[in-house]
């Protein structure tokens, strides 16, 4: 105890001493691009000191003076080894090359990145982008938030979806980073695909705890991607053309070795190939019934990436990235029926459009060899809007004459917005060897305007009989939010590290603010040269809620800020687990405990269609917790790649608070308490010209609320004074649901294999990839509906009640083409 | 080369034939169903015999959906300070088995615990205490002119009655208001030996519970509670919780716009409202839980609450099975 007190006494006056020592800094980047390599490892082999790259690439290590042996790996890369005289402080800048080795199998030197044994980081996982590429997918399109749903840990919501459950969480705890800027909804297509268009990706990092103190705003997550910044000396790129969607990538050097561009667009074309067999349809459905009929439909998505990078003469780098996207869906009906009696007109129109807009601009200066900065200014919105009007007319002729005219109108509305304007500062310090500090400080201004429409108009003639118009929100609001971080990656003693931190947060939005203090604290205790034990604590705030209409993404889905009623969610995790460095395995186990609070659900029965006129009262607030265990083994070089990961959890909620009681205020599983979640996925690459891989997914079934037990449900009835039935009951026939979430759907299964041909060409790589999606054709509920089913019993009908799945699907084989120059 | 052209033409029928897959399958219900159970209704008003109603649960997916679930021959009982009562089946309607009643009259701060046993099912038990009365009065009333206009009126004629509650008391207690109304009018009636239907004009008692009528609201401060709009009231509407009282009084103004009040119902012909009063029922806790979620139940069965709406579980305090025990004490305050 005595020792390790006064190895951290001696570690703190190290940051004083400082002076004594010299510092070598400067970027590591790719030997053929350009790109900033992020998490390499920068090492002293003598004194095992060492340094990792930060976003743009740049490292800072202090060392004694004397003579060095500086050695810099990176996971893929040919090791870099440099015996240096270091007298004074120096710029070294690392070039690496891409290892042949690599694909061969041959073992590469441990990446003594923080994620690793050697790292304090825990709960978290990078997930190689080569591996993600190589996933099976579905229709082809290769999904980052798809590779992300195998994770342990990480659950999805239904069939297809591109929610993510993490460690018990909502699918609105998730802090999704595009380039360090968050973004409000990741989801196309209702949520089957994801917004990461995987040719512009750099590198993905997923944190489900253990969160460093720069990260915040999220209970649950957080997903890191960074975009690749583009080849600053040749010009690169690939055409990729699938099933549903076709996309390109470009990149290269504007100035060469000064400037990068980075361009990849995608989209749909499901409505193109849609429209000449909607107009044949039409056609022949107008020739059959004789009726005068329109009818369209059409869906298609697009996203854009560009990211510009400048780099100055003093090694500062200037970045610029604009990411749009947007889902439109339409549906639009008409019919006219005219007898010689009645005319009627129905028409139908609904237009759904969603998106997200986001620019980023950053500056990143080295001030000093161990004083790197971050300066970035942002924009991110997200807006989605869902109109569906409906329109019914109908009347008698008599003589020609218009008579018993009956109108119908309704229309339904939803609108969400959310806008963010950010500015934040990031600086990575280096005082020591031992010390790597990260602080920080970023403002928010929020902009809200959630709200919903709806309106029912009935007129017989020109009387209106009904009028029925609820208007929900539809006001902005604003809010603003500001926090600062500060963090140390300390080196106690050489088998001991802790990363220490501290989060502070300040949210004011309709007069109200709320303040926060999220402590984060982890540490390594390194046991053998690959064996350590980790544990961590951190607490974290949101706010900012979802309200969500189900598992799916919807576009009906709502941000919105906390109130003056609704506080902010809060979390606490505590975890602990052993990390395992094994040759080219990575192997660990990890255990955790969570709790969260204020986290809202929909009160029994409440639907926006429904009383309220605030959403507030549509919710209750309560809290929740989860506990679990984790295990992985991850292989990420070598012919075969890829993990297995084993997830043991559970999730609970309970709404026990005076005015927010949910199920008598009794505890309830949460809709995704799975208990078991395995997943395996390989990949093999045989040659250079065919690899094959292959999923494999077991989890435990979602739960629902579902009646499964007839009663006769009885209500109390008023009936005639002095009786003594005074008061009696009614009695209905219900499906008993005796608390909230009883029901498991069936278990969640499916394998899924991939193939990829290589062939070189003149001029670049062609790529041919084959995909079967649920090869064994498993009908995974996508939802489970109770209905009546009626059957013909020797001439009698008979009802019986039944339950249904309705899979999306059942096995869905696909192929693309990509062609890389 | 050809077996290249084989293999993506193999592939291309393998995609064809994969689309006539289905995606919609029955299931069997895989879960843990813990048996038929005993589904007892009863509720103790202040006053009156008690009575008690029981059923048996079924599992919904046995495929026999039209048995009948009333349960004869059960054996139930009450006990209260120490004292048991035995209810006697009441087989005076041969279609309406299941119903048990009892020769013991509640009153108010009473605390009982009924039981039922019926062979094949396990014995449920339950206890209740009921309420103390409201203590209520109509503190004043007033009418409102209406705007007249060229079609009747442009806003209705509106009459008030300012319902004021003390609460004396610690416990917690939930009141819920009707309105009694005594008028002369035409209605149906159906004669007991001929069976026809005959309109008779004579003095009629009807009910008009707040939180249902669609002629009778409520207002505090001038704010009406709990209106989502003319035809749907929410299931709060008229639950007056003594938790919210700010002090030991709170005050409403429960009117009647009377356009629509006299153009209601289309049958009755209505000559003269005679008379006006409030039931006032004070409701224990685990009735007000219960009746609160089946009116959400019912209310989530419908429509598109249905689609849209969270599924309800409904509240049930007796051991052993479902259903609820209950209590509740009544008032009637007059008005005018």
Request: proline share 4%; charged share 20%.
């Amino acid at each position: 105890m005595r020792r390790a007190i006064l190895s951290i006494l001696l570690s703190l006056t190290s940051i004083v001493t400082s002076a004594q020592r010299v510092t070598i800094s400067g970027y590591i980047t790719d030997a053929r691009s350009g790109e900033p390599l992020i998490g390499a490892a920068v090492i002293d082999s003598d004194s095992s000191l060492g340094s990792v790259s930060g976003n743009s690439g740049f490292f800072s290590l202090s060392l004694a003076p004397g003579h060095k042996t500086i050695v810099v790996s990176y996971l893929g890369y040919e090791d870099h080894t440099e015996v240096i005289d270091l007298r004074s402080s120096r710029v070294m800048n690392f070039r690496l090359d891409e290892s042949t080795a690599f694909l061969e199998g041959a073992l590469v030197t441990a990446h003594h990145g923080e994620l690793g044994a050697h790292g304090t980081q825990m709960s978290a996982i990078e997930v190689p982008l080569t591996q993600i590429k190589s996933i099976p997918a579905i229709a082809g399109e290769v999904d980052v938030i798809k590779a992300l749903q195998l994770l342990p840990g990480v659950q999805s919501g239904t069939e297809g979806s591109a929610g993510l459950y993490v460690r018990g969480g909502g699918p609105d705890e998730n802090l999704l980073l595009m380039d360090g800027v968050p973004l409000y909804n990741v989801n196309h297509l209702f949520g089957f695909f994801s917004v990461f268009n995987a040719d512009a990706l750099k590198n993905v990092t997923l944190y489900k705890g253990s969160f460093p103190a720069r990260f915040g705003g999220h209970l649950s997550s957080v997903i890191d991607v960074r975009l690749n910044d583009g080849n600053e000396n040749e010009y690169h790129g690939s055409v990729s053309v699938g099933l549903i969607s076709s996309k390109v990538n470009v990149e290269g050097p504007v100035v060469k070795g000064r400037t990068t561009f980075n361009v990849s667009a995608r989209r749909t074309y499901l409505d193109l190939i849609r429209a000449p067999y909607q107009w044949m349809t039409g056609i022949s459905r107008r020739q059959a019934t004789g009726r005068d009929e329109k009818q369209t439909t059409g869906y298609d998505f697009y996203d854009l990436n560009l990211k510009l990078t400048h780099k100055l003469d003093n090694g500062d780098r200037m970045s610029l990235t604009f990411y749009t996207g947007d889902d439109n869906a339409r549906m639009m009906s008409k019919n006219h029926r005219s007898t010689e009696q009645m005319v009627s007109d129905d028409s139908m129109k609904m237009d759904w459009r969603w998106g997200n807009l986001l620019s980023s601009f950053r500056w990143n200066h080295a001030i000093g060899p161990k004083l790197y900065m971050y300066l970035g200014a942002n924009y991110t919105q997200y807006r989605s809007n869902v109109g569906s009007d409906l329109e019914n007319s109908s009347y008698r002729l008599e003589g020609g004459k218009k008579t018993e005219a009956v109108r119908t109108i309704a229309s339904l509305g939803y609108l969400s917005l959310i806008n963010d304007v950010t500015a934040n500062t990031d600086f990575d310090w280096s005082p020591t060897p031992q010390h790597d500090i990260k602080f920080g400080s970023i403002y928010t201004f929020h902009t809200f305007k959630p709200g919903v429409n709806s309106l029912s108009q009935q007129y017989y003639g020109d009387a209106p009989l009904e009028d029925t118009k609820r208007e929900f929100g539809n006001e902005r609001i604003h809010a603003h939010e500001a926090a600062g971080y500060l963090e140390d990656n300390w080196i106690l003693t050489p088998w001991l590290k802790a990363n220490l931190g501290v989060r502070a947060s300040l949210y004011g939005v309709s007069g109200k603010t709320y303040a926060s203090a999220e402590p984060r604290v982890s540490a390594r205790a390194l046991l053998t040269d690959d064996f350590s034990i980790k544990a961590s604590y951190s607490t974290m705030s949101q706010y900012i809620h979802l309200l969500s209409n189900s598992s799916l993404s919807l576009p009906s889905d709502m941000w919105v800020p906390v109130t003056t009623e609704i506080r902010p969610m809060k979390s606490q995790q505590a975890a602990a687990g052993v990390f395992y460095d094994f040759g080219m395995f990575d192997l660990s186990a990890e255990a955790y405990y969570k709790t969260m609070d204020n986290v809202i659900e929909y009160k029994d029965g409440a639907s926006y269609l429904g009383d309220a006129s605030r959403w507030e009262d549509l919710v209750s607030v309560g809290r929740g917790w989860s506990y679990g265990v984790e295990l992985f083994a991850q292989k990420k070089v070598g012919k075969t790649t890829g993990w297995i990961g084993y997830t043991w959890s559970k999730a609970m909620r309970q709404f026990d608070r005076e005015g927010n009681v949910i199920n008598d205020g009794k505890p309830f599983p949460a809709r995704h308490d799975r208990r078991h979640d395995l997943s395996m996925t390989v990949t093999h690459r045989f040659n250079r010209k065919f690899d094959l891989s292959a999923n494999f997914v077991y989890a435990t079934g979602n739960r629902g609320s579902l009646g499964y037990e007839d009663i006769p449900d009885a209500k109390l009835g008023v009936a005639g004074e002095g009786d003594p039935g005074f008061f009696y009951w009614n009695f209905y026939s219900v499906h008993y649901i005796p608390h909230r979430n009883n029901y498991r759907m069936p278990a969640y299964h499916r394998l899924d294999v991939g193939m990829n041909f290589y062939k070189q060409k003149e001029h670049g790589e062609r790529i041919w990839n084959i995909s079967i999606y649920n090869i064994y054709s498993r009908l995974n509920p996508f939802v489970v509906i109770p209905d009546i089913q009626t059957d013909n019993d020797n001439g009698q009908l008979r009802s019986r009640y039944v339950l249904r799945k309705i899979a999306i699907f059942p096995i869905l084989p696909s192929f693309s083409y990509t062609y890389k120059f | 080369m050809r077996m290249k052209s084989l293999f993506i033409k193999a592939f291309a029928l393998f995609s064809l034939l994969l689309c006539t897959v289905s995606c919609e399958k029955e299931i069997k219900f895989v879960g843990h169903y813990d048996g038929d159970k005993i589904v007892l209704y009863s509720c103790a008003v202040e006053g009156l015999p008690l009575t008690a109603d029981l059923f048996k649960s079924q599992f919904s997916f046995s495929g026999d959906r039209h048995a009948d679930p009333r349960l004869p021959g059960a054996t139930v009982s009450l006990e209260v300070d120490g004292k048991t009562y035995v209810f006697t089946e009441d087989t005076s309607d041969p279609e309406v088995t299941g119903h048990y009643v009892s020769d013991y009259i509640p009153q108010a701060g009473d605390r009982m615990v009924i039981t039922a046993q019926c062979d094949g099912f396990k014995e449920v038990r339950s206890q209740t205490a009921v309420p103390a009365p409201a203590h209520a009065y109509v503190k004043s009333f007033y009418y409102k002119e209406g705007i007249p206009s060229a079609e009747g009126y442009a806003e209705d004629p509106e009459l008030h009655f300012v319902v004021e509650f003390d609460d004396p008391s610690d416990s917690h207690d939930i009141y819920n208001l009707n309105l009694v109304r005594t008028f002369y009018g035409n209605h149906i009636v159906i004669d007991k030996e001929t069976k026809k239907e005959e309109w008779v004009f004579e003095q009629i008692t009807s009910y008009e519970v707040l939180r249902s009528s669609d002629i009778l609201f409520m207002k505090e401060n001038n704010d009406i509670l709990d209106m989502g709009g003319i035809s749907s009231k929410s299931v709060e509407t008229g639950r007056i919780d003594d938790g919210s009282f700010n002090g030991t009084k709170r005050s409403f103004d429960v009117f009647l716009p009377l356009g629509k009040y006299f153009g209601k119902g289309g049958d009755e012909f209505v000559l003269d409202i005679s008379e006006y009063s409030f039931l006032v029922t004070s409701l224990n806790e685990d009735l007000d839980k219960y009746t609160r979620s089946v009116n959400a139940a019912l209310k989530y069965s419908r429509g598109l609450d249905r689609i849209f709406g969270e599924p309800v579980s409904v509240i049930c305090n007796v051991e052993g099975g479902i259903g609820c025990f209950g209590a509740m004490t009544t008032r009637t305050i007059p008005a005018l």
